[in-house]
T-cell receptor, first 115, second 113 residues
Framework: AQKITQTQPGMFVQEKEAVTLDCTYD???????LFWYKQPSSGEMIFLIY??????QNATEGRYSLNFQKARKSANLVISASQLGDSAMYFC????????????FGGGTRVLVKP | EAGVAQSPRYKIIEKRQSVAFWCNPI?????LYWYQQILGQGPKLLIQ????????DSQLPKDRFSAERLKGVDSTLKIQPAKLEDSAVYLC???????????FGPGTRLLVL
């Protein structure tokens, strides 16, 4: 079974609107972390936001927020007030403590922001 | 604070040739990772170092790939001989000793012809 699933290969969003990127995960490790990274066409992976499995509140970082639903094993990224510079690939990743902290990535979602 | 540095940024070689990539992690970061990202996919871990020791190399094709981190700082990843399917972006990342977040370098884009 896939450990990280991103079901949206690509999506368009209008500038200044909000967009939600889906991510579901599969683990039996009680201690894990979920990450979102942005990868623009330049290729660098840019860290956006982190949610730990024991965190009680959903993580927020500026225009990024993570909708963490532990029982459903989902960790969706919400980008508010989209900007043209948000056009990029977005990857969800999971770190499992028992797996030595390596990251397992999903297949990514390409976002294109329209002016 | 300087980020993770990688070189070269781009490399084109013919199959059966050798190639080496270099990574300098963020200063003080004990853990270093090499990932392979094939076009259209998410990155996949090749090898993880803790200081100069290997923590996980279970997904490294050891018949052709090798990596070292001799002084526990910078690292090199080598492919010898390269195959067409090695065409990918090779990403280096690092984490502080008790840190959660991996910070990535700009990557090296390899094209094997």
């Amino acid at each position: 079974a896939q450990k990280i699933t991103q079901t949206q290969p690509g999506m368009f969003v209008q500038e200044k609107e909000a967009v939600t990127l889906d991510c579901t995960y599969d683990t039996s490790d009680p201690s894990y972390g979920l990450f979102w990274y942005k990868q623009p066409s330049s290729g660098e992976m840019i860290f956006l936001i982190y949610q730990g499995s024991y965190d009680q509140q959903n993580a927020t970082e500026g225009r990024y927020s993570l909708n963490f639903q532990k029982a459903r094993k989902s960790a969706n990224l919400v980008i508010s007030a989209s900007q043209l510079g948000d056009s990029a690939m977005y990857f969800c990743a999971m770190r499992e403590r028992a797996a030595g902290n390596k990251l397992t990535f999903g297949g990514g979602t390409r976002v294109l922001v329209k002016p | 604070e300087a980020g993770v540095a990688q070189s070269p940024r781009y490399k084109i070689i013919e199959k059966r040739q050798s190639v080496a990539f270099w990574c300098n992690p963020i200063s003080g970061h004990a853990t270093l990772y090499w990932y392979q990202q094939i076009l259209g996919q998410g990155p996949k871990l090749l090898i993880q170092f803790q200081n100069n020791g290997v923590v996980d190399d279970s997904q490294l094709p050891k018949d052709r790939f090798s990596a070292e981190r001799l002084k526990g700082v910078d690292s090199t990843l080598k492919i010898q001989p390269a195959k067409l399917e090695d065409s990918a972006v090779y990403l280096c990342a690092s984490t502080a000793a008790n840190g959660e977040t991996q910070y990535f370098g700009p990557g090296t884009r390899l094209l094997v012809l």
